[in-house]
């Protein structure tokens, strides 16, 4: 099966950076991905990475280490509407359905 | 626009009864899921569809059922054996050669039994 960990909550002030990590155990890999939800709202799409590295877009960059099983969402130029929940999320062997880490509150103060 | 309606947004259950949740979608998605959503507990996967007329159980499936008959729908129906139904019920849909990006998420619909 699939496993996540990120940590539950991370505060920050509007301006500042932030990363929030994410450890996976899975059998089968085939990429980690990031959402975001507002308080009660839909998840939304925020990046994917399938191979070892950095993609960027925009303020948000996302980071994946293969090797160590490891990534992490990287968010700029924190904005007040950043205050949300994010999640990382892993697709496995098989016919591939995501699976979901528990998610990271991130609350941006000014 | 393309999108994933669900409705309704809320719904109040009586113990016993047997409630249905509508997901619909104009993105000519291949791939359905249901995920039911419990504060702290992220989002649990309840059933999937790959295709018309097939539907595979996810980690929590029991005390749930689905149909496919069509594409673009996918409703779920809690039922009574669900034993601690009251939750957020969250449908998505991606295209079926996806890798793990583009789960397009309805609003949700937050069930509660009374």
């Known amino acids: 099966g699939q496993s996540l960990e990120q940590p539950s909550e991370v505060t920050a002030v509007e301006g500042a950076i932030v990363q929030i990590n994410c450890t996976y155990q899975?059998?089968?890999?085939?990429?980690l991905s990031w959402y975001q939800q507002h308080d009660g709202g839909a998840p939304t799409f925020l990046s994917y990475?399938?191979?070892?590295g950095l993609e960027e877009t925009g303020r948000f960059s996302s980071f994946l280490s293969r090797s160590d099983s490891y990534g992490y969402l990287l968010l700029q130029e924190l904005q007040m509407k950043d205050s949300a929940s994010y999640f990382c999320?892993?697709?496995?062997?098989?016919?591939?359905?995501?699976?979901f880490g528990k998610g990271t509150m991130l609350l941006v103060s000014p | 626009d393309g999108g994933i309606t669900q409705s309704p947004k809320y719904l109040f259950r009586k113990e016993g009864q047997n409630v249905t949740l509508s997901c619909e979608q104009n993105?000519?998605?291949?791939?359905m899921y249901w995920y039911r959503q419990d504060p702290g507990q992220g989002l649990r996967l309840i059933y999937y569809?790959?295709?018309?007329?097939?539907?595979q159980k996810g980690d929590i499936a029991e005390g749930y059922s689905v149909s496919r008959e069509k594409k673009e729908s996918f409703p779920l129906t809690v039922t009574s054996a669900q034993k601690n139904p009251t939750a957020f019920y969250l449908c998505?849909?991606?295209?079926?050669?996806?890798?793990?990006?583009?789960?397009?998420f309805g609003s949700g619909t937050r069930l509660t039994v009374v």
């Open positions: 998505a849909s991606s295209m079926d050669t996806d890798r793990g990006y583009g789960y397009t």
């Open positions: 899975t059998s089968g890999f085939y990429g």
């Open positions: 990475n399938a191979l070892d």
């Open positions: 999320a892993v697709r496995g062997s098989g016919y591939s359905t995501l699976t």
């Open positions: 993105l000519n998605h291949d791939a």
């Open positions: 569809s790959q295709i018309v007329n097939d539907f």
